[in-house]
């Protein structure tokens, strides 16, 4: 039992922003607790990001497998493929409709979806940068979602300085197969 609640917190967090979603609401109250953003926080965030999810399928089941959301204090980083610069639009009028929502991050690439192969890459990544940062002490690495897209690191969280930003995009930008990182990382103000 306890090698499957492991394997269930290492997959849990290679899922970024859907950690809370991924290990039920036991985890969801210890990961909420110990971010920065606290408990009620990542829970209104948890049930912005289930409102996108579902009003995407709702909308056009392609959009909702095009479309990967990440979000943090209100903020929406949407990243992924669609096929058409209209479905950008309407994934974007999507989320404003929804309350709770400050602000759209629109990264979202027109065209199509890269295959096994690229995904696999980008899980990858992903998984290498997760491990990283919760192997570095001098990073609160619960306070960091990521999201790898065609070899483009998404970083959305919370640093506590700026010397702790500097080296989360330092971790990232030394694993192999990155081909550009991009932070909407806020920086605590003391």
Not at 7 to 17: D, N
Not at 51 to 70: F, M, P
Not at 92 to 101: F, L
């Amino acid at each position: 039992m306890k090698t499957i609640s492991a394997l269930a917190l290492v997959a849990a967090l290679s899922l970024g922003g859907c950690v809370p979603l991924a290990i039920g609401a036991g985890g969801a109250a210890a990961i909420g607790a110990s971010q920065d953003r606290g408990l009620e926080q990542a829970v209104d965030d948890n049930q912005i990001a289930f409102e996108i999810n579902r009003k995407l399928l709702a909308e056009d089941s392609a959009l909702y497998r095009g479309v990967s959301t990440q979000v943090q204090k209100g903020r929406v980083l949407l990243t992924g493929t669609v096929q058409k610069a209209e479905d950008r639009v309407t994934v974007t009028r999507i989320v404003w409709t929804i309350g709770g929502v400050k602000e759209v991050i629109n990264e979202l690439r027109i065209g199509e979806k890269g295959g096994f192969s690229q995904s696999l890459n980008d899980t990858t990544i992903s998984t290498r940068l997760r491990t990283r940062l919760t192997a570095d002490s001098n990073v609160s690495s619960l306070n960091y979602s990521i999201e790898t897209v065609n070899g483009t690191i998404f970083l959305m969280g919370t640093a506590r300085d700026q010397a702790e930003l500097d080296r989360v995009i330092a971790h990232a930008r030394d694993i192999s197969g990155v081909r550009n990182v991009v932070s909407y990382v806020e920086v605590k103000r003391k």
